[in-house]
C-alpha cells in the first residue's frame, strides 16, 4: 500500500476518465505492467477524492483506488449504498449480496439492476480482467530470485556433509534462509505478489518457493 499525491491521483482519475470507462485497456494501464512503463497503480493504493469523483463522498476521503474502481462500476449507479469505503474480502461482498437481496424484494432495485450488479461483478472479479486485478502468483515468487539461488547454491557447498547425510535441522537452516532472502529480494522489487503473504491468506513462502530445498 502506498499513498498517492496529487499528482499520481490526478493521473489515475485521468485513465478511469470521467464518466468512467472501465474496459480492459483502463484496467490494463491502470494495473498491469507493459514494455513501455511499469505497474502505474495497485488495488491497495490510497488516494485523497471527494465529491467532483462522487457525489457521496466528502472533501478529503480517502480510499483505494481498487474500492473507487468497485463502486464506480457496480455500486455507484444503484444509488442504495451511498459510497462503501470498504475492504473487499469475500465476507464483505456476501454482504453487499445479502443487501442487495433486501433492496430487490423491498423494490429498491430492480431485478434488472440486481442482474447487472451480478455481471458487472464477474466481470471485474471472475471475468477476463481478474487476471490484471487481482493479485496473483508472479514468476518471482513461484522460482527462486537470483540473490536467493545464489546463497542457495553457497550454503549446499558449505554443507554438503551435512546434506548428504540427510541433517534435519541444517536442512531447515538452510531453507529459512533462502527463502528469507527471496522474500527480502522480492519485497525490494515491489512485486505485488508480496501481497498474497502479507494478506494472511495462508499461503506458505515456503511452499512457493520449494526450488530452495537439497536435491
Do not use: W
Not at 86 to 96: A, N, T, W
Not at 128 to 134: F, G, K, R, T
Request: proline content about 6%; glycine content about 6%.
Amino acid at each position: 500500500m502506498r499513498f498517492l499525491n496529487e499528482k499520481q491521483t490526478k493521473e489515475c482519475l485521468e485513465i478511469i476518465g470521467n464518466p468512467p470507462k472501465f474496459d480492459a485497456q483502463c484496467f490494463a494501464n491502470l494495473f498491469a505492467a507493459s514494455k513501455k512503463h511499469p505497474i502505474r497503480f495497485h488495488p491497495d493504493d490510497i488516494m485523497t477524492i471527494g465529491p467532483n469523483e462522487s457525489k457521496f463522498l466528502k472533501e478529503g476521503t480517502q480510499t483505494s483506488v481498487g474500492c473507487y474502481v468497485f463502486n464506480k462500476f457496480c455500486l455507484e449507479e444503484l444509488e442504495i449504498f451511498g459510497y462503501a469505503n470498504i475492504e473487499l474480502d469475500s465476507k464483505m461482498i456476501g454482504k453487499i449480496n445479502n443487501l442487495l437481496d433486501t433492496a430487490q424484494r423491498e423494490g429498491d432495485i430492480t431485478p434488472e439492476q440486481r442482474a447487472t450488479f451480478i455481471d458487472k461483478y464477474q466481470y471485474l472479479f471472475g471475468g477476463p480482467l481478474s487476471h490484471i486485478i487481482n493479485t496473483s502468483l508472479s514468476h518471482n515468487v513461484l522460482t527462486l530470485p537470483p540473490k536467493a539461488k545464489k546463497l542457495r547454491t553457497e550454503l549446499f557447498k558449505q554443507y554438503k556433509d551435512e546434506l548428504d547425510a540427510n541433517d534435519p535441522e541444517v536442512s531447515a537452516m538452510i531453507e529459512n534462509r533462502v527463502v528469507d532472502e527471496a522474500m527480502r529480494e522480492i519485497r525490494e522489487t515491489g512485486d505485488p505478489s508480496i501481497a498474497i503473504f502479507d494478506s494472511g491468506s495462508g499461503v506458505d513462502p515456503y511452499v512457493c518457493h520449494e526450488g530452495c530445498h537439497h536435491r
